[in-house]
């Protein structure tokens, strides 16, 4: 597979980080496998988690293919960067396609990366799990590794303006060791362990994180740690109203869409 954005925008990236001083920690990266197909599974903080995802395989000279939503694809500006570092768009009424896609990759030797949550925490700890990232590795024979991320929330998160330029922000990565689940075994079982295994990794990220927040910037510190981001109930308060909102704006670009044709018909037939 030719590899003509990738690499450039990996060195742009690495050389921003730099100019900003971001400093990282990055552990367990041993546990990324230097050849073959592999599912990394990562929570998700920010709008910048695949960028930071990513680095956790660059000391073994990998390259990850994300999952992400195809509204990102769709994008002017992002859509052809996405497609030109062949990550996969996933699109949310009907993932076969994607499924798929990411079994062909991973059977080829690929790194998938998939946000398992889907959205964004709210409330900085890893929300329920579905067990589609278990199925692909299972199906394609390949392990399974967890990794947390914390630190990106601070620079452009669900909810808060984008602060991308910030100086001198830790981020965190940390690796965990790779599960091998395999067929006949209770997949809602494994993802739970999944989930357990990021959770722990997470929880670790931000008790040893180097800073704590300064008054007034308790938003990104999860509710447990005394921060005043939201709990996991309110997160998912907020994440069934806005839930609700998208539905509705679907259907009303599905009736405005009907609408139209129905204007268009008539004038035709007339």
Do not use: C
């Amino acid at each position: 597979m030719a590899e003509i954005v990738y690499p450039p925008v990996i060195k742009a990236a690495l050389g921003l980080f730099k100019a900003l001083n971001l400093k990282f920690r990055l552990e367990g990266t041993e546990q990324i496998p230097s050849t073959g197909g592999a599912v990394l599974v990562s929570n998700h903080v920010s709008y910048l988690d695949f960028i930071f995802a990513g680095l956790a395989t660059h000391p073994a000279g990998r390259l990850v293919r994300f999952m992400a939503k195809k509204e990102i694809f769709d994008n002017r500006i992002a859509g052809p960067l996405m497609r030109g570092m062949h990550h996969i768009p996933v699109d949310r009424q009907a993932g076969a396609a994607s499924y798929k896609a990411a079994l062909t990759a991973l059977k080829s030797g690929e790194i998938i990366g998939v946000f398992a949550e889907a959205t964004i925490s709210r409330s900085f700890t890893v929300k329920d799990i579905k067990s589609g990232a278990v199925r692909m590795a299972v199906a394609s024979k390949v392990p399974l590794i967890p990794i947390a991320i914390w630190g990106p929330q601070r620079l452009w998160t669900k909810g808060r303006k984008k602060r991308l330029f910030q100086r001198n922000v830790p981020v965190t990565i940390l690796v965990g060791e790779p599960m091998y689940p395999k067929r006949g075994d209770d997949y809602d079982k494994v993802t739970d362990e999944l989930r357990a295994r990021m959770s722990e990794l997470l929880e670790r990220a931000q008790r040893e994180y180097p800073e704590i927040p300064k008054d007034g910037e308790t938003w990104w510190q999860p509710a447990h740690l005394g921060g005043s981001a939201p709990t996991p109930e309110e997160a998912a308060e907020l994440d069934a109203a806005e839930a609700t909102e998208r539905q509705a704006a679907r259907e009303a670009k599905k009736a405005a869409e009907a609408g139209e044709l129905k204007g268009k018909a008539e004038e035709s037939g007339s």
